[in-house]
């Protein structure tokens, strides 16, 4: 299955790599934009289509208290915590080791880089993108909490005054972007 560009962004014919209900979809729904989105390995099709999603909710009654901290992502009222799995600090040595490659390999002047220093950086690019998509998976599972729970009531308390210095690498507030609901 190909698409095929024809207005200004000239890039042309795209192979389509999905599954079988995917490609129904995109047969049968209409498609009102098209995205092309680059990544550190390949390039990305993303379509915006018409759709109906529906999704079934019954009460259960199930109430959570929750607060989250720094020392781990939340803890709920049964004492049940959530630790970060701190994929970054885990392939930080990864990350030096193929920074080092890439800044060994350029050559400061020279205008066309040398082929090695080009999959150098992608060799780099592909790390970092391993990492995102570690903890934007985790933060996504993480969010079945929501639809487990009926009511959810979380704190969320100012971590500034606990003594640490905010220039430092381990006094900075955890970042995990969204939470998907």
């Not at 550190?40 to 959570?64: M, S």
């Amino acid at each position: 299955m190909f698409i095929t560009f024809t207005d200004k962004f000239k890039s042309g014919k795209f192979s389509l790599y999905c599954n079988s209900e995917t490609r129904e979809d995109l047969f049968r729904l209409k498609i009102n934009r098209v995205r092309i989105v680059r990544r550190a390995d390949g390039y990305y099709c993303q379509f915006c289509i018409d759709a109906n999603r529906k999704e079934p909710g019954n009460y259960t009654g199930n109430v959570i208290g929750i607060d989250l901290g720094l020392k781990y992502f939340y803890k709920d009222q049964n004492d049940n915590g959530v630790v970060y799995p701190q994929y970054l600090r885990k392939s930080e040595k990864k990350l030096k080791r193929r920074q080092r490659q890439l800044s060994k390999k350029f050559v400061k002047g020279k205008k066309p880089q040398s082929n090695n220093y080009h999959k150098a950086r992608k060799r780099l690019g592909l790390c970092h993108l391993k990492v995102s998509r570690q903890r934007k998976d985790w933060s996504i599972k993480q969010a079945r909490v929501v639809a487990s729970n009926d009511v959810i009531v979380y704190v969320d308390a100012e971590r500034r005054a606990e003594g640490r210095p905010k220039d430092t690498k381990h006094g900075q507030k955890p970042s995990f972007g969204k939470v998907y609901i």
